[in-house]
């Protein structure tokens, strides 16, 4: 087993983590190891109230948040990363995904869901794929792009991109500040689709951590799922489908009754 499958089944799945953390200065050398661990990304610390409070207990030294030039090349030598619950997600985007729509891809990184999608389909004709992102990701995508050779937009603001028909998000608006609720609010308008993968979810209330995901730190919130739910629904959507993220989860030691055993997919469509 390896040092991070210990302390995340160890620590943060079990009682024993709540009994380790009451003794003086386990949580603070933890904190140091999981804020400074670089070899294995994901690992997490720390419970917060807020965006403010987590950010403000990332370790002196460490990079913050994902709009630095480390991070905007982690992708590089695996643009369309594939994982179980890609699929479920491309498959809503070959049935959704129409000649002359708008897709805002938010937090897409270089572009790895289009490069997904590139490997089974074709972009339909006069289709929109536009990825908002943080300048230095932006930046790094548009290069990508530029050596494929593919139609992909980047805006480093969402409310510079155009209206969208179809909203995706895969795993990303969790790093996000006042995003639940907000989130809609970020764009010029709402779209008919809105599809949201990798999303954080528990029972419990809703609450922010730390994932030191390598290249830097950054806070991570995860959502009360009754809470998540409404805030689409007063919004005028319908869940429409949903599946499970069995490669992600959310252990983090000392608060075994944070953790979050897989991650949730969501299609919403705006109600007629």
Excluded at 91 to 100: G, H, T
Excluded at 114 to 137: C, M, S
Excluded at 201 to 224: E, H
């Amino acid at each position: 087993m390896s040092i991070h499958d210990l302390a995340k089944i160890g620590l943060g799945g079990t009682p024993i983590g709540s009994v380790l953390g009451r003794i003086p200065f386990t949580k603070a050398l933890y904190r140091q190891f999981a804020q400074n661990y670089r070899h294995h990304a994901g690992l997490f610390c720390g419970v917060y109230h807020s965006y403010d409070d987590a950010e403000a207990d990332i370790v002196e030294g460490r990079a913050a948040g994902w709009n630095n030039e480390e991070t905007a090349s982690i992708w590089l030598d695996n643009i369309a990363p594939m994982r179980e619950a890609t699929y479920p997600l491309l498959m809503w985007l070959s049935i959704l995904l129409r000649e002359k729509m708008t897709l805002v891809d938010y937090g897409g990184s270089i572009g790895l869901t289009f490069y997904g999608f590139q490997r089974y389909f074709r972009l339909p004709a006069a289709a929109r794929w536009i990825v908002a992102e943080v300048p230095t990701i932006a930046t790094q995508g548009r290069k990508v792009a530029g050596e494929q050779d593919v139609p992909l937009e980047f805006v480093t603001e969402p409310q510079r991109a155009p209206p969208a028909d179809i909203l995706l998000s895969a795993g990303a608006i969790q790093y996000m500040k006042d995003i639940i609720p907000g989130l809609l609010d970020r764009f010029v308008a709402r779209p008919r689709h809105i599809l949201l993968n990798k999303v954080p979810l528990t029972d419990g209330p809703t609450f922010w951590t730390l994932q030191n995901f390598g290249s830097a730190v950054s806070p991570y919130q995860v959502y009360n799922e009754a809470e998540f739910f409404e805030y689409f629904a007063e919004a005028g959507y319908r869940l429409r489908d949903r599946w499970d993220v069995h490669e992600l989860d959310c252990f983090i030691p000392f608060h075994p009754d944070r953790c979050v055993p897989h991650f949730a997919g969501l299609y919403f469509e705006k109600a007629d």
